[in-house]
């Protein structure tokens, strides 16, 4: 990752004068471009920011979402209007029904009051009252239907928005560009929007019911204060903003906290999931790591749990202002409301109503600004969620829907840069491979063959210059048609945590082969099925010891199952990137065998170390620092004396030795 360019402001924002510090050292950070273990230890005083916990597109965020609650709660809306119609509709009826029965319940109840503080006999003025005694409890009664019909129909939004959301989330994920994935921007937004985005979508869509329920409630209760009199809504308000303004506050304050920790969360997680999971484990024994872990645990968590401190301190400090300015509003409205009934302004029987109506706004104006705030911060999170889909969206290419004949590949001074990466990984590489032609990228560690190997293929687009098939300039055709077309078998494959079956049917899943002859023939040529054979279920054994009942292979033994993957698949591209590094000879030996009847009808690009497996190749072309260097067959290569001739003497020596 290069250094980010962040401001100091980045970092800090809103918050109080310790955090600027943080500012400061996120920008050393930035311009020193230092690694984290070399930087000051972020539990020193204020929060200090390695350079892997910038977060630039957090900085920006709050302001432009805090533009109000409509940003906040279109999004939402529109998604529970996708996941569950109906029960939104219900909620919304009914919330209407609920606020009307309330208006209706205070009317009724100026009239039970109006008629027991009239003169005459105690019984006569309860049964006078007793009509509207009866309205005041119908009235009661229907609430109360209504909010267990909000409650039922609500149940079912939440799950609903949450699939939704989160199939969105998966499927912008999963359309994205490789290259997306090699961008640390990319991968903060995404954290933000399954950790956080996710979790907070649901508790804004719940909210966004209790928000339109509290303001039809407040509707109803101003809405009956204000024909009561109007002077009483005014002073209503007085109870209630400072409480709004404080719940605000809180808000922004933990969202500018999290824009500050987002990475460190993540490097907690990581460390959490070095700690915890089997892969790392028995290297971490091995190596006596376990001190180690706990301390870079240690230097992550301690100022996460500092800021989490700072965080709900200052947050209490705001809500017990906003509180205690509420409660003075409150002392107001009553002592404005005893001022016009000895004044004689409102009669007693509307005062006594006009108490329960203050009662039910402020209850409901409370429930509304908390609501109302939560969504705001909810909001930001929403946003989040929003913006990577709508990263994922921009990354995501679209190209013409053609068919494409990978037979003749022509790479025409193609240059590629890794996100953020100043150093091409490939540097103006101009060939062409020949229908049926098999060639071997060779080089050097970190040379630039798999990158080349992937340009290849469609999987990156070149930064410059061209790949075409036939004639056709890739970068203009749509993903699913260059896919389609080729046969990989990647370094460091793919563990599918699933049975042997699938482990190869993956390759190309809507294959058919009804008979599983096809997926026999691929495992035969990759030597996956000796390995299948020694399963307890065969091929439905579950390969995952996660899960109960699950099996563990060799390194080998999964190699043989991605080659057979790969051979599953079928294509006319054949793109093969060290296949047989954890094999053993005589699996070697078949895999290459394999190869070669494979190479006869299609166009194969080979990359591997193993010099003497290339020999057979019709020409060989060596890598060095992301450059074309050597280019010929494995003859020409040796009489040339250069890079490839003294790798080969390397390695011929090496088995001589042996
Ligand atoms: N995802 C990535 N993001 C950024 N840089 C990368 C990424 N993958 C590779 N690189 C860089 O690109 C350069 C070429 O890498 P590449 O994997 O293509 O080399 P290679 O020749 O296949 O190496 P090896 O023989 O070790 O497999 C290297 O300098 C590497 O550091």
Redesign the pocket.
């Known amino acids: 990752m290069s250094g980010p360019a962040v401001s100091g402001e980045a970092v800090s924002g809103e918050t109080a004068s310790g955090e600027a510090v943080s500012g400061a050292a996120a920008t050393k950070a930035a311009e020193t471009g230092a690694v984290a273990s070399s930087e000051a230890d972020p539990r020193e005083g204020a929060l200090v920011t390695p350079h892997w916990q910038l977060d630039d597109s957090a900085a920006t965020a709050p302001r432009r979402v805090l533009r109000g609650l409509p940003s906040a709660t279109w999004p939402v809306l529109r998604l529970i209007r996708r996941a569950a119609p109906g029960p939104a509709l219900a909620v919304a009826v009914m919330q209407v029904v609920s606020g009307l029965a309330a208006a209706f319940g205070l009317f009724a109840t100026t009239g039970v009051l109006t008629e027991l503080l009239a003169s005459g006999a105690a019984t006569e003025r309860v049964l006078a009252a007793l009509p509207d005694l009866l309205l005041v409890g119908a009235a009661f009664g229907l609430r109360g239907a209504m909010d267990v019909g909000v409650s039922l129909a609500h149940a079912r939004i939440t799950p609903a928005v949450r699939r939704l959301a989160e199939e969105r989330l998966y499927e912008a994920s999963l359309g994205a560009e490789l290259a997306a ?2 961008d640390s921007r990319f991968h903060d937004r995404m954290h933000r929007a399954r950790d956080r985005g996710l979790f907070f979508l649901e508790r804004a869509a719940d909210n966004l019911v209790e928000l339109i329920g509290a303001l039809l409630g407040i509707v109803a209760a101003t809405g009956s204060l204000a024909i009561l009199h109007p002077v009483l809504v005014p002073v209503l308000l007085l109870a209630v903003l400072p409480d709004g303004w404080a719940v605000q506050r809180a808000a922004k304050l933990a969202y500018a906290s999290v824009g500050r920790t987002v990475a460190l969360d993540r490097r907690v997680q990581m460390v959490s999931d070095l700690a915890t999971e089997r892969e790392p484990a028995a290297e971490i024994r091995a190596y006596q790591a376990e001190p180690f872990v706990l301390h870079e645990y240690r230097v992550a968590a301690d100022p996460l749990r500092d800021e989490d401190i700072r965080l709900a301190t200052a947050q209490a400090r705001v809500r017990g202002i906003g509180r205690a300015l509420a409660g003075l509003g409150l002392a107001l409205t009553y002592v404005v409301l005893g001022g016009l009934v000895r004044y004689g302004w409102v009669p007693l029987a509307v005062a006594g109503t006009a108490v329960i109506a203050i009662r039910v706004a402020t209850t409901a104006l409370n429930r509304l600004v908390l609501a109302a705030n939560q969504l705001v911060e909810q909001g930001l999170y929403v946003a989040d969620y929003q913006e990577f889909l709508a990263s994922a969206e921009r990354s995501h290419r679209t190209g013409v829907d053609t068919a494409l004949d990978p037979s003749r590949v022509t790479l025409d001074g193609v240059t590629f840069h ?4 100043d ?1 091409p ?2 540097r103006d590489v101009s060939l062409t491979v020949r229908p049926g032609e098999t060639i071997a990228l060779v ?10 190997a992937k340009l290849v293929a469609g999987l990156y687009t070149p930064t410059s210059g061209e790949v075409r098939w036939a004639d056709q300039d890739i970068a203009l055709v749509d993903r699913s048609r260059i896919a389609d077309r080729v046969m990989m078998v990647l ?1 460091d494959p793919v563990r599918w945590p699933h049975t042997a079956r699938v482990n190869v049917e993956v390759g190309r899943h809507d294959r058919p082969d009804p008979d599983g002859l096809a997926l026999l023939r691929a495992a035969t040529q990759a030597g996956a099925d000796e390995v299948v054979d020694r399963l307890p279920d065969g091929w439905h054994t579950l390969l995952s010891k996660q899960f109960r009942g699950g099996v563990e292979l060799s390194g080998g033994q999964w190699q043989r199952l991605a080659v057979a993957r790969g051979l599953y698949r079928d294509a006319p591209l054949l793109i093969w ?2 296949p047989t590094a954890p094999l053993d000879a005589k699996a070697e030996f078949a895999v290459y065998e394999s190869l070669r009847a494979l190479a006869e009808d299609r166009t194969v690009v080979l ?1 591997t ?1 193993r010099l003497a497996s290339v020999r057979h190749a019709d020409r060989i072309l060596l ?1 060095h620092d ?1 450059e074309l260097a050597e280019e010929g067959t494995h003859a020409e290569l040796l009489a040339l004396g250069g890079r490839y001739a003294d790798l080969y003497e390397l390695q011929s020596r090496m088995y001589a030795d042996a």
């Open positions: 994935f090699d890794y996100p953020g990466s150093r990984a490939v080089g050097e560690n970190g040379s630039g063959k798999t990158t080349l370094q990137d060290e990359i170390h890598l992301g």
